[in-house]
Each structure stands twice: as structure tokens, then as C-alpha cells.
């Protein structure tokens, strides 16, 4: 069986390639966590939520979503994919709103592909919000998100699993990209045991086509922290990642963990995080493929132009990169008062925490500096942040927002 698998590795390698040449682009964002303006009335319980929560600019989401779908009609990718986590906690308000979102896209001629994550289906936590109480509504089965998001990827799917929303579907030709559903209502955080003959036919079928495999999954295919990787990492991914492996899959797309972050397997097999589109600095990803090569990127969306251009008055949304900068800044220095890490949220500990952690979580940690006295203060401090700033420093220190791989 393996020198079939060989054979057909090198019978694909020897084929002329089916991808056009001119190139080609596709955009990826995740952790949406859109919020219907419907649930919502900003009162005080939501914004208490809020700002103890991580960071994430959720008052702005429907904003900010805007702004976002506008860059991506100007800029006519071949593809849009969501990885997960599209609704702040799975109502079906607000999956039915981001989907109508979603069609102006669509009606472009752009297509869009999504997954569900860990907050989108059989959700407990749906809820609206107003004043200082919640309110319990309804939330969505699986068969209820692939009818709402049916225009998204179901329906023009090569191939869709029985077993779970995973499907395979071609943006672009001589590219498929794999859409691996890892939160199904019994397992989730894991691909179902039953997903996986249906996984290894579509593999073995892209490829016998000579067809190069994008895959996409919300929780990671590797541990991109020492420190935080439980339940971060996709359950059985040994097994998932030794099928990516033996079929030549050419990267995997992920998010969930809400920072910017690549790894590589020991095989080779790279892995890119894209960071949540609702925590600073608010970016997606760019994948721009030809010749045989991809190249990713990430770009700020900028919705103080989309603020400005539709007459918005709200000054954060006019400085809405220094609004979200601020915001993210201040949920690390709460958090590090919290864990009685610093004195108060003015401490010069707790602010050069927060821009170390706003480095961190933007992927540029080419920029931190691991001999700075006040990380030596932090591990010496025996606390849960000087773990993490030590766990961070022992990594290579480089810039993960760029990465260039073979297609």
C-alpha cells in the first residue's frame, strides 16, 4: 500500500501542473465572534463581559465587519475562508445576520467558504444581552448552520462528509481546499472517528487528480505554545497530521487561539494561525499563490477609511487602530493586576506586559526582546505571566505574520 501511496506521489509530482500561472489569492479570517446588534443594547452587563474578557473589540464587531467585507470586495480575492468561531456565542440571530453579511460577498462573484468552531453550534451560552441581565435564545444544531451558511461552501462542495460539516471544494483550479469540521456536537476539539475514511478518499482522490490540498480547521494541527496548548490543539491530530503528511497536504490554516503564530511539523508540513479578526491589530490573512509557490501575509483592516468614507461620527471608529490597541493594552494590564502580578494597572510592569502581550498576539515577536530587565523581572516574579513571558522568550523570536511555502 505504501508503494501505491509513493507511485502516486510521484505520478502527481510529474504531472503538469493544473494551477494556472497568472496567480492567485485567497483571504482567511477567524474568530469572528460576531454579535448581532439585535442582542445586544451595550448595557452594562455586556460591557462588564467585555472588559473582562481578552481583549476583543465586540462592541465594534458589526462595524468592523463591515469595514472588513468591504476591503474584501475591493479586493477581489478568488476566495474568502472563515475558520471558525463566527458568532460570539452561537445565537442564531446573530449566524443569520453575519450571513447576510456574508452574501454581499457572494454576490461579487467571491466565493465564501466557513467551518463552524467551538462557539457557533449547540451552544449553552447563547444568549442577548440588555441592561445589567442576559437572556437565553436559541442556538444552532448542525444541520440548521450548514442551511444558514448553505451559499458558503455546502452547496458548491465537491465532496461533503455524512458525519460531520467537513467538505472539500476547489476555489481555484488545481487547488483544493479542505474544510475539516473539528466541533461536532459529540466531539468537540476532535475530528469524528467516522469523518476520517471519508478524510483519506478525498486525499487519495486530490491526489490522483494532480490537485495541490489547502486545509482549514478552527483548533490547531500543532502546539503552537509550550505553556497553552491544551485544548488548543485538535484532539487525535497525530493521526489527522500523518494523513496531511502521507498525501502531501501543503499547509494548514487555523485559529481559535486569537494570535497571529506559525509552526512547522517535523515533517515539514507548516501550520499557520491566523489571529482573531475582533483582538488588535484586527488582521487577516492574504495567500497569494502561483508559480508553484504560496506566500502569506496578514493586513490590517482599516476601519477608520470605512468609518470616515460612511460618515461615521464615533471617535473610535475614526481612530478605531488606536481604539483597539488601547482596548487589547488594557485587558492585559487588569488581567496582570488580577493575578496580583503588578501593583496596578499603571505599573510600569503591567504596561510593558501589555505591549510585550500586544507583540505577542500580532505575530511580531521579532520585536520583543528577551534580555530586557523587565522580563527578567516578570520571570523572577513566580507568577502565571512570568511563566509566559519565559515560555514565549525560549521561542525563536521572529516574525510570524510572513510565510512562505511550496504549493
Same mark, same amino acid.
Given at each position: 500500500m505504501r508503494m501505491l501511496f509513493s507511485l502516486l506521489a510521484l505520478m502527481a509530482a510529474l504531472m503538469?501542473? @493544473? $494551477?494556472?500561472?497568472?496567480?492567485h489569492t485567497l483571504l482567511i479570517a477567524t474568530d469572528l465572534h460576531y454579535i448581532s446588534p439585535a442582542l445586544t443594547d451595550h448595557g452594562a452587563y455586556f460591557t462588564r463581559m467585555l472588559e473582562n474578557g481578552d481583549g476583543k473589540v465586540t462592541a465594534y464587531i458589526d462595524e468592523l465587519t463591515d469595514a472588513f $467585507?468591504? %476591503?474584501? +470586495? @475591493?479586493?477581489?480575492?478568488?476566495g474568502l475562508i472563515l475558520s471558525g468561531d463566527l458568532s460570539f456565542n452561537g445565537a442564531r440571530r446573530s449566524h443569520e445576520d453575519l450571513a447576510a453579511k456574508l452574501r454581499s460577498v457572494r454576490e461579487a462573484g467571491i466565493p465564501v467558504y466557513v467551518i463552524p468552531g467551538n462557539h457557533d453550534l449547540y451552544s449553552y451560552m447563547s444568549a442577548s444581552f440588555?441592561?445589567? /441581565?442576559? &437572556?437565553?435564545?436559541? #442556538? $444552532? &444544531?448542525? %444541520? %440548521?448552520?450548514? %442551511? +444558514? *451558511?448553505?451559499?458558503?461552501?455546502?452547496? &458548491? /462542495? $465537491? #465532496?461533503r462528509d455524512p458525519y460531520s460539516l467537513s467538505y472539500m471544494a476547489e476555489p481555484v483550479p488545481g487547488v483544493r481546499l479542505l474544510m475539516l469540521d473539528t466541533n461536532t456536537q459529540h466531539m468537540e476539539g476532535a475530528v469524528a472517528q467516522n469523518t476520517f475514511a471519508w478524510l483519506e478518499a478525498e486525499l487519495q482522490r486530490a491526489l490522483a487528480d494532480g490537485a495541490k490540498v489547502i486545509a482549514v480547521s478552527h483548533q490547531n494541527l500543532l502546539a503552537h505554545s509550550g505553556l497553552l496548548s491544551n485544548g488548543f490543539v485538535i484532539a487525535n491530530a497525530s493521526l489527522l497530521r500523518s494523513l496531511y503528511e502521507r498525501y502531501g497536504v501543503s499547509v494548514n490554516l487555523s485559529g481559535h487561539i486569537h494570535m497571529q503564530h506559525t509552526a512547522t511539523s517535523e515533517a515539514g508540513l507548516p501550520e499557520i494561525v491566523t489571529s482573531s479578526l475582533a483582538v488588535s491589530p484586527c488582521q487577516y490573512g492574504v495567500l497569494e499563490i502561483a508559480g508553484g509557490t504560496a506566500q502569506y501575509h496578514t493586513e490590517a483592516v482599516d476601519v477608520a477609511a470605512w468609518a470616515g468614507e460612511t460618515g461615521q461620527a464615533d471617535e473610535n471608529l475614526?481612530?478605531?487602530?488606536? *481604539? /483597539?490597541?488601547? *482596548?487589547?493594552s488594557a485587558t492585559t494590564r487588569r488581567r496582570a493586576v488580577a493575578r496580583m502580578s503588578a501593583d496596578s494597572v499603571t505599573s510600569p510592569m503591567s504596561a510593558w506586559l501589555a505591549d510585550f502581550n500586544a507583540a505577542y498576539f500580532s505575530g511580531r515577536m521579532d520585536t520583543l526582546d528577551a534580555a530586557s530587565d523587565m522580563a527578567a523581572h516578570w520571570i523572577d516574579s513566580d507568577t502565571f505571566f512570568g511563566q509566559y513571558v519565559q515560555s514565549i522568550l525560549s521561542e525563536e523570536l521572529k516574525d510570524h505574520t510572513r510565510l512562505s511555502f511550496p504549493l
Open positions: 503538469p501542473a @493544473a $494551477l494556472a500561472d497568472e496567480g $467585507l468591504r %476591503e474584501v +470586495i @475591493a479586493r477581489r480575492p478568488d440588555e441592561g445589567d /441581565a442576559f &437572556t437565553r435564545v436559541p #442556538s $444552532l &444544531t448542525a %444541520e %440548521e448552520f450548514a %442551511e +444558514i *451558511y448553505r451559499d458558503f461552501g455546502f452547496d &458548491t /462542495a $465537491l #465532496s475614526l481612530h478605531f487602530r488606536q *481604539y /483597539a490597541a488601547d *482596548y487589547f
